[in-house]
């Protein structure tokens, strides 16, 4: 599996608070619910650090699964007395990260406040001859085979302290012979067929795959600045992070 990705604060006013990591048969998507600057999150630490602490740590038990070394001093195993999802591996992978980033600052934060820092979830696992994957809330997974694109996204609950919102995620399997690419985008990257519907989802997959994962967000951005003030596509913000990773498999 090859992976390749781009990234892209949509504001200079704050940081880039998606977050993209991959390593040998493994690859994370995260994209932190960015809340008007200014709302008390209860948290010092803000939604950046949340996304990216919670995708390392993701990533880092997805490895495990796969047998491989995790890094250094991060957890791997549920903590104890940790959610435990049925047989769905991602989504217990996904609750016990959940736990673990919790347990790093609930001395600190207030993890009760209903704004406390959270993340849209997308993860990809090569195991053997079979690829799973995971979608918590509504960033977008293509998965692209010899029957065409097939779309999957959901809406809320999104990751945030409590580990029991793993068992929303929308999870599966797909044999690697009947993958060529799989695309994972946040929300800021698939504006061009969700929410402006410029182009179609095929289109997204072709430009992503042929020019690149930073061409198909450069195009968003050259879309964006033709309608600045959101007349066309009401918008909360201008310009939103965007992230697109593109999985090829030979």
């Known amino acids: 599996m090859r992976v390749e990705w781009a990234t892209d604060q949509g504001s200079p006013e704050r940081a880039n608070e998606d977050f993209v990591a991959a390593a040998a048969g493994a690859v994370v998507v995260l994209d932190g619910c960015g809340l ?13 650090w949340y996304a990216r602490s919670l995708g390392t740590r993701l990533l880092a038990r997805l490895l495990d699964g796969l047998g491989g070394a995790p890094p250094a001093g991060r957890p791997v ?14 989504v217990a992978r996904l609750a016990g990260a959940i736990s673990d980033v919790a347990a ?7 993890l009760t406040v209903s704004a406390t820092p959270a993340a849209t979830v997308l993860a990809l696992r090569l195991r053997g001859d079979q690829v799973d994957y995971l979608v918590l809330a ?25 580990p029991a919102v793993a068992d929303a995620a929308i999870t599966g399997t ?11 985008l946040t929300d800021g990257a698939a504006r061009l067929a969700d929410r402006f519907q410029v182009i179609s989802w095929d289109a997204v997959a072709e430009l992503a795959a042929g020019s690149g994962p930073a ?8 879309t964006e600045r033709t309608d600045p003030h959101g007349v066309r596509w009401p918008r909360g913000k201008p310009h939103d992070d965007a992230t697109v990773a593109v999985c090829a498999f030979d």
């Open 174 to 184: 797909v044999p690697v012979r009947e993958l060529r690419r799989v695309f994972l």
């Open 77 to 90: 195993g549920p903590p104890e007395g940790a959610h435990r999802p049925g047989n769905r591996p991602l």
């Open 104 to 110: 790093s600052h609930r001395a600190t934060c207030d």
């Open 138 to 162: 509504d960033s977008t997974l293509l998965l692209d085979g010899p029957g065409g694109l097939t779309r999957v996204t959901a809406g809320a609950p999104f990751a945030a302290a409590d």
């Open 215 to 222: 061409a198909l967000i450069a195009r968003t951005r050259e």
């Open 36 to 48: 008007p600057l200014g709302t008390d999150l209860g948290c010092a630490h803000g939604t950046a």
